[in-house]
């Protein structure tokens, strides 16, 4: 069924993973793919073939309200509305200094080691990141109608260079072109109405019948009654505060589905080099993705794991 997905940390594991994946096994899905790093080459290569042409591209950094901004205006000038956001960006919140010095992942998060500047971008990136994106995008979910539970307007973060500069962030790379970011307009909405929904985008013809879901990778480790080995304090509180809001999400927010799903310990970019007992990403993925399709609206506000097994809080 045609669909528009949005995904986050699509350049690197689980998120671009996800995106070969629908890409390749949905090539009528339109794909909204975000990262604050460019797509890597080989995948760029690839998706000028016909099947990835759906695919638009924004470089774009999650915590920036004005990045996301870019983002969504693009969202509204095109009609475009979501059926499914997989938020997959984050960091794993290591020291840099003593990774890589020891290259032991434990020893690089422990409280003796721990300091403000990685603690705060963990929290900023994997807490208040997620909460960008969810709010940023809630108000382009599809669902029975599109929900409008937010006021969508210009972010009022002091700009940074970076965030004015023109090229990087909110630039989108779409079909084999990269086109400038759009103009921008604004949403106004009512709390918790639903609205008519706008016209379907991309000409799809079916609109998913189902709510929208809103699927984020937390982990385990976000678990507090889970925690018996401690440590990783910067991760596990930025997840465990992930858990939290996205809990109070599902509760204010019942028009959409949304899941906390933990994928597993898998190779990724996330840690600079492979963990002893990690899985491939192609091994994990098939759980992920079995998971991200089997949750329905009775699963919204869980935590599980890749397989769709509770993880207590
Ligand atoms: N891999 C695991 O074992 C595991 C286990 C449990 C949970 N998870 C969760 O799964 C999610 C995906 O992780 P992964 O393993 O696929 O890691 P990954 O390969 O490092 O992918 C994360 C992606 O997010 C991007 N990113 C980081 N900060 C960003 C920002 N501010 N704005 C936009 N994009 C940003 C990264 O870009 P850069 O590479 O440039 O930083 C990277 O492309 C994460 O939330 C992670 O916590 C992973």
Same mark, same amino acid.
């Given at each position: 069924?045609?669909?528009?997905?949005l995904?986050?940390?699509a350049?690197?594991g689980l998120g671009?993973?996800?995106?070969?994946?629908?890409?390749?096994?949905?090539?009528q899905t339109?794909?909204?793919?975000?990262?604050?790093?460019?797509?890597?080459?080989?995948?760029?290569?690839?998706?000028?073939?016909?099947?990835?042409?759906?695919?638009?591209?924004y470089?774009?950094?999650?915590?920036?309200?004005?990045?996301?901004?870019?983002?969504?205006?693009?969202?509204?000038?095109?009609g475009?509305?979501?059926?499914?956001?997989?938020h997959?960006?984050g960091v794993?919140?290591?020291?840099?200094?003593?990774?890589?010095?020891?290259?032991?992942?434990?020893?690089?998060?422990?409280?003796?080691?721990?300091?403000?500047?990685?603690?705060?971008?963990?929290?900023?990136v994997?807490?208040?990141?997620?909460?960008?994106?969810?709010?940023s995008?809630?108000?382009?979910?599809?669902?029975?109608g599109?929900?409008?539970t937010t006021?969508?307007?210009?972010?009022?973060?002091?700009?940074?260079?970076?965030?004015?500069e023109?090229?990087?962030?909110?630039?989108?790379?779409? $079909? @084999?072109a990269? !086109?400038?970011? /759009?103009?921008?307009?604004?949403?106004?909405?009512?709390?918790? *109405?639903? +609205?008519?929904?706008?016209?379907?985008?991309?000409?799809?013809?079916?609109?998913?019948?189902?709510?929208?879901?809103?699927?984020?990778?937390?982990?385990?480790?976000?678990?507090?009654?889970?925690?018996?080995? $401690? @440590?990783?304090? !910067?991760y596990? /509180?930025s997840?465990?505060?992930?858990?939290?809001?996205?809990? *109070?999400? +599902?509760?204010?927010?019942p028009?959409?589905?949304?899941?906390?799903?933990?994928?597993?310990?898998v190779?990724?970019?996330?840690?600079?080099w492979?963990?002893?007992?990690?899985?491939?990403?192609?091994e994990?993925?098939?759980?992920?993705?079995r998971t991200?399709?089997?949750?329905d609206?009775?699963?919204?506000?869980?935590?599980?794991?890749?397989?769709?097994?509770?993880?207590?809080?």
């Amino acid at each position: 069924m045609p669909r528009t997905i949005l995904i986050t940390g699509a350049s690197s594991g689980l998120g671009l993973a996800l995106l070969t994946h629908y890409a390749t096994h949905s090539p009528q899905t339109h794909i909204i793919a975000i990262d604050i790093s460019p797509l890597p080459h080989a995948h760029l290569s690839s998706l000028r073939h016909p099947a990835f042409s759906n695919i638009s591209f924004y470089l774009a950094d999650i915590s920036s309200p004005t990045d996301l901004y870019r983002v969504s205006s693009n969202l509204e000038t095109q009609g475009t509305t979501i059926d499914l956001l997989l938020h997959c960006a984050g960091v794993r919140g290591l020291v840099k200094r003593i990774a890589e010095q020891t290259r032991d992942v434990a020893a690089s998060e422990t409280w003796e080691v721990m300091e403000r500047e990685t603690f705060m971008k963990t929290m900023e990136v994997n807490t208040w990141g997620a909460f960008n994106v969810v709010k940023s995008f809630l108000p382009y979910l599809r669902g029975p109608g599109s929900i409008r539970t937010t006021t969508s307007e210009t972010p009022s973060e002091t700009s940074t260079p970076k965030d004015t500069e023109g090229g990087r962030p909110g630039s989108s790379w779409s $079909g @084999g072109a990269f !086109a400038a970011g /759009a103009s921008r307009s604004r949403r106004t909405s009512v709390p918790g *109405s639903i +609205a008519e929904p706008p016209a379907a985008p991309h000409s799809n013809p079916t609109i998913t019948p189902s709510k929208p879901k809103v699927i984020l990778m937390s982990s385990r480790m976000g678990s507090i009654s889970d925690n018996r080995t $401690g @440590g990783g304090y !910067a991760y596990r /509180a930025s997840k465990a505060a992930l858990n939290a809001l996205i809990k *109070s999400f +599902a509760i204010d927010v019942p028009d959409a589905t949304f899941l906390l799903l933990h994928p597993g310990r898998v190779e990724t970019g996330l840690v600079g080099w492979r963990e002893e007992g990690a899985m491939t990403v192609s091994e994990a993925l098939p759980d992920v993705v079995r998971t991200i399709e089997a949750a329905d609206e009775g699963w919204s506000g869980r935590l599980v794991d890749k397989t769709g097994k509770d993880i207590p809080w």
